[in-house]
């Protein structure tokens, strides 16, 4: 697509559920990130994804987080029995080139845990 | 360590006048990326610029326009004659590594 593509746009969970993220880069992007924007933290790296490299994990909070890429394309995030404090905006992004250059980002989806 | 620093949280202003938002990035590094970029209302982060640290001269683009200090370790934003469509919030963020660190942002509110 022309932009990159991420849904839900808006997903509300119970506390202790499982939720799915989807991001859809844009296709060609070889890198692929996740962010996540909360009142309390900002904006925070969680994950990126380069090609066939080993992901870049160092940003996920817990390990009730985790995220594939399947294909080099099509990535979810996956949060395990959320908590009230993963409520935050979740934005994925991808690009072409290094560096920087070519981030292209997301509306995002809200997440809301209740 | 590095440190982003964006002292103004709000700034409001009325259209047409001009306005310069402040970042500090304060690092060991020698050599760095930065950016700035822009989230209106709807929530996507639009890509205004990237510059390296090798690159002091300002730039200009239409009504934006960036100073870049190595000495002071400042990257200001400065938007002239402002309008009501450059209300959002704004973000400095480094590169570290292959990602950003973004600042705590400014919120710019340009009234009519």
């Known amino acids: 697509g022309a932009g990159v593509s991420q849904s839900p746009s808006n997903k509300v969970t119970e506390k202790g559920k499982d939720v799915e993220l989807r991001c859809d880069p844009i296709?060609?992007?070889?890198?692929l990130y996740w962010y996540r924007q909360s009142l309390g933290q900002g904006l925070e790296f969680l994950i990126y994804?380069?090609?066939?490299?080993?992901?870049?994990k160092s940003g996920l909070p817990s390990d009730r987080f985790s995220a594939e890429r399947t294909g080099g394309s099509v990535s979810t995030l996956t949060i395990q029995r959320t908590q009230q404090e993963d409520s935050a905006v979740y934005l994925c992004?991808?690009?072409?080139?290094?560096?920087?250059?070519?981030?292209?980002f997301g509306s995002g989806t809200r997440l809301t845990v209740v | 360590a590095q440190k982003v620093t964006q002292a103004q949280t709000e700034i409001s202003v009325v259209e047409k006048e001009d306005v310069t938002l402040d970042c500090v990035y304060e690092?060991?590094?020698?050599?760095?990326?930065l950016f700035w970029y822009k989230q209106p209302p709807s929530g996507e982060l639009v890509f205004l610029i990237r510059?390296?640290?090798?690159?002091?001269q300002n730039e200009i683009s239409g009504r934006y326009s960036w100073n870049f200090q190595k000495s002071t370790s400042s990257f200001n934003f400065t938007i002239t004659a402002s309008q009501v469509v450059d209300s959002a919030v704004y973000f400095c963020?480094?590169?570290?590594?292959?990602?950003?660190?973004f600042g705590p942002g400014t919120r710019l509110s340009v009234l009519p």
């Open positions: 992004a991808s690009s072409l080139a290094a560096k920087g250059r070519g981030v292209t």
């Open positions: 296709s060609g992007h070889t890198a």
């Open positions: 994804f380069q090609g066939n490299s080993a992901p870049d």
């Open positions: 690092t060991r590094d020698t050599t760095y990326y």
């Open positions: 510059r390296n640290s090798f690159d002091e």
């Open positions: 963020a480094p590169l570290k590594g292959q990602n950003f660190v």
